[in-house]
């Protein structure tokens, strides 16, 4: 799904990716950055400006293949977490996409992009946050039973308890804030604030659970070996992914106070 450009995330509207019309099809030029499984994917959804003057109707979807004569993928970007998943540059130069790849109505594809991609999007690819929540917590109330410090196990230390049971608090919360976001979907009601409120709770709280899970283990949570070092890493991304934490708070606010 390749919507961001080096020069537009947050203001995905003012994408600069063209899609020009041409007999048959359209011709894409422009890069996308960022783009998850841009290395190993063999399908992309392409957003491009199809109208110059109009800047959120002037964007439409297209379906770009591997191989397409024109699109090239950039090398592998380095990351702080996520490892394991690929990221990188698409490249379009003057390349054809046949007219039948275009993907919805022609000027709707930001529409569909902010009701329908980023609505999903923002529901489901959180869940993974709350999965990392629940497996901290698993890991880090096993280690406090067994890590032994003035003669007993950490465990019985209440600052110890107190970061277990916010984990706890925070686990639960963010199940059922996923379980009520993906049951709006399901019911294909518009979420996009209930969404926005669902993924800036357990970004905070997994961000936090993964600080606290490090903490818990002292300095073996500092080590590699331990591989808790990498929930710090990898539950970074959920505040920028999908839309950064400051949009999600101004989706909310906005919500609101109906501006
Ligand atoms: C690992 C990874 C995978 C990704 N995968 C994809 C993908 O598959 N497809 C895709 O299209 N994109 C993808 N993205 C891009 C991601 O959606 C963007 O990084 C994100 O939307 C933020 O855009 P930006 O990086 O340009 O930051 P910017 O928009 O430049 O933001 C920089 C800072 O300014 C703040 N800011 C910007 N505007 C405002 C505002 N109005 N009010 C307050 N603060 C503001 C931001 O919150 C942020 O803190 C991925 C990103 C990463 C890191």
Redesign the pocket.
Same mark, same amino acid.
């Given at each position: 799904?390749?919507?961001?450009?080096p020069? *537009? @995330? *947050?203001?995905?509207a003012s994408l600069r990716t063209t899609a020009t019309k041409v007999e048959g099809g359209w011709v894409l030029n422009g890069t996308?950055?960022?783009?998850?499984? @841009?290395p190993i994917g063999s399908v992309f959804v392409v957003?491009a400006r199809t109208d110059k003057e109009k800047k959120a109707f002037g964007i439409s979807a297209f379906i770009v293949e591997k191989g397409f004569e024109g699109f090239s993928v950039g090398k592998e970007?380095d990351?702080l @977490?996520?490892r394991t998943?690929t990221?990188s540059e698409l490249i379009f130069e003057d390349c054809f996409v046949p007219e039948e790849n275009l993907l919805g109505p022609e000027n709707m594809g930001f529409v569909i992009v902010a009701k329908l991609v980023l609505g999903w999007e923002r529901s489901c690819l959180i869940a993974p946050a709350v999965g990392g929540i629940g497996a901290g917590m698993e890991v880090a109330a096993k280690y406090a039973q067994q890590r032994r410090q003035f003669k007993r196990p950490i465990a019985e230390f209440q600052a110890i308890q107190h970061k277990l049971a916010d984990m706890k608090v925070a686990y639960e919360a963010g199940r059922q804030l996923i379980y009520r976001v993906a049951s709006m979907l399901d019911q294909d009601e518009e979420n996009l604030l209930d969404a926005a409120v669902a993924k800036e709770y357990i970004t905070r709280t997994c961000i936090k659970s993964a600080d606290e899970t490090v903490q818990i283990h002292g300095g073996y949570g500092y080590m590699r070996e331990y591989l808790v070092e990498r929930g710090i890493r990898d539950s970074k991304?959920a505040s920028? @992914?999908?839309?950064? *934490?400051?949009?999600q708070? *101004?989706i909310i606010a906005r919500a609101l106070m109906d501006i």
């Open positions: 799904f390749a919507l961001t450009e020069n *537009s @995330g *947050s203001d995905a996308k950055m960022f783009i998850t499984n @841009g957003i970007l990351k @977490g996520n998943s990221t991304l920028i @992914g999908g839309g950064t *934490s400051e949009i708070l *101004s």
